[in-house]
T-cell receptor, first 114, second 113 residues
């Protein structure tokens, strides 16, 4: 079974631009969550989706948004990029997102904002 | 890839020794805990998990111990190998039905040959 796939792996954007990151979960997994990882803040939860519905959201500004499609693929978007948005963005999937469901992570998308 | 998790607690061991990585969690309502391994330039890799109704769980070369009284979690790696060198994170699910993991800062494990 293929793992969680994220694209693109690396990207560089200019301050003020917007970016869209894509995630394909493990086949059969319907819960997709996103995390931001930085040296200063570590791994922080962004949001979680199940059946195209956002069920949980972390403490990030409204510039961070996401969505999930009917095939469980997910995208996240960051608008009006700031230098501080430079980070590794990780997508994770699990079967239902319920307690005890193992969460598997992708390799991440490295975003650099200049 | 870039390095994440700078200024981490570090643990240096000799190949073949046992390693113990510790983690304190904050929320007494947390009922599910996971250990992840993250190698440079890669995403976190699931190692082992434990639910709050258990004190101990064993996997292949790894054991997780949970002490709910002091809100402490540990990961023991037996016969540590150079390939075990990585950053190790504990994560907790603070209750509720929707997944939101809260991660610790991580520990950098270095295995010396």
């Amino acid at each position: 079974k293929a793992g969680v796939t994220q694209t693109p792996r690396y990207l560089i954007k200019t301050r003020g631009q917007q970016v869209t990151l894509s995630c394909s979960p493990i086949s059969g997994h319907r819960s997709v969550s996103w995390y931001q990882q930085t040296p200063g803040q570590g791994l922080q939860f962004l949001f979680e989706y199940f059946s195209e519905t956002q069920r949980n959201k972390g403490n990030f500004p409204g510039r961070f948004s996401g969505r999930q499609f009917s095939n469980s693929r997910s995208e996240m978007n960051v608008s009006t990029l700031e230098l501080g948005d430079s980070a590794l963005y990780l997508c994770a999937s699990s079967e239902t997102g319920g307690r005890g469901n193992t969460i598997y992570f992708g390799e991440g998308s490295w975003l650099t904002v200049v | 890839g870039e390095s994440v998790g700078l200024h981490l607690p570090t643990l240096s061991v000799q190949e073949g020794d046992n390693s113990i990585i510790n983690c304190a969690y904050s929320n007494s309502a947390s009922d599910y805990f996971i250990w992840y391994k993250q190698e440079s330039g890669k995403g976190p890799q699931f190692i082992i998990d434990i639910r709050s109704n258990m004190d101990k769980r064993q996997g292949q070369r790894v054991t997780v111990l949970l002490n709910k009284t002091v809100k402490h979690l540990s990961l023991q790696i037996a016969a540590t190998q150079p390939g075990d060198s990585a950053v190790y994170f504990c994560a907790e699910n603070q209750g509720g039905s929707n997944y939101k993991l809260t991660f610790g800062k991580g520990t950098l494990l270095t295995v010396n040959p």
